[in-house]
């Protein structure tokens, strides 16, 4: 069974800074792009970076630029995202999940598909 | 920014009736779009991509249809587990990947 589990979250005061980890099992963890979505209590959902299969090249909601940082470790099969300088409004579920990819005629991309696979979320607060 | 928008915002339906939930984008996503579900206290779980295919292990009741900026999620036959909100998705025009605010089913 394909899995996503996140960890990491807690209670952290604003300028404070926590790592998030996302560990997959069940499917070939190398192979895909995987990104972190957030949801505000209440909220819906907003999507935060996105880390692709070989590290190559990162995205990141503009309110996060420079203040948090994806990255992965292959060997073992975790996605990361350190946060850094937080504030009140980066209170939020954090989920990682998976992109699907797509192919066209003539190549396949790890990014740009639809999210098939989510985790179970992981809280953060972000409060003095 | 795609600027994903969905209507209703809270939609009451009987068990057994039809509910129609819509979603639109402020430009063409062509047939990029996700409807997602998320039942309460859970997280989010895909439905259905590429605007009409459902996902694995998805009931026949849920439909999607449309392309371009338009599209609709039914449920055909409305049951007590579905009650949830959904999402939809465009994965088209990226970075960033845009979520509509949701539209919450509830069981009349």
């Known amino acids: 069974q394909d899995l996503l589990v996140e960890s990491g979250g807690g209670v952290v005061q604003p300028g404070g800074s926590l790592r998030l980890s996302c560990a997959a099992s069940?499917?070939?963890?190398?192979?895909?792009?995987i990104h972190w979505v957030r949801q505000t209590p209440g909220k819906g959902l907003e999507w935060v970076a996105v880390?692709?299969?070989?590290?190559?090249?990162?995205y990141y909601t503009d309110s996060v630029k420079g203040r948090f940082t994806i990255s992965r470790d292959n060997s073992k099969k975790t996605l990361y995202l350190q946060l850094n300088s937080l504030r009140p409004e980066d209170t939020a579920v954090y989920y990682c999940?998976?992109?699907?990819?797509?192919?066209?005629?003539?190549?396949?991309?790890?990014?740009?598909?639809?999210?098939?696979?989510w985790g179970q979320g992981t809280l953060v607060t972000v409060s003095s | 920014e795609i600027v994903m928008t969905q209507s209703p915002a809270t939609l009451s339906v009987s068990p057994g009736e039809r509910a129609t939930l819509s979603c639109r984008a402020s430009q063409s996503v062509n047939s990029k779009l996700a409807w997602i579900q998320q039942k309460p206290g859970q997280a989010p779980t895909l439905l259905i991509y590429g605007a009409s295919t459902r996902a694995t292990g998805i009931p026949a009741r849920f439909s999607g249809s449309g392309s371009g900026t338009e599209f609709t999620l039914t449920i055909s036959s409305l049951q007590p587990e579905d009650v949830a909100v959904y999402y939809c998705?465009?994965?088209?025009?990226?970075?960033?990947?845009?979520f509509g605010q949701g539209t919450k089913v509830e069981i009349k």
């Open positions: 069940g499917f070939t963890f190398n192979t895909y792009a």
């Open positions: 999940a998976r992109d699907q990819g797509y192919c066209t005629t003539t190549s396949c991309h790890d990014v740009g598909g639809w999210f098939d696979l």
């Open positions: 998705q465009q994965y088209n025009n990226w970075p960033p990947w845009t």
């Open positions: 880390m692709p299969y070989d590290g190559s090249q990162r």
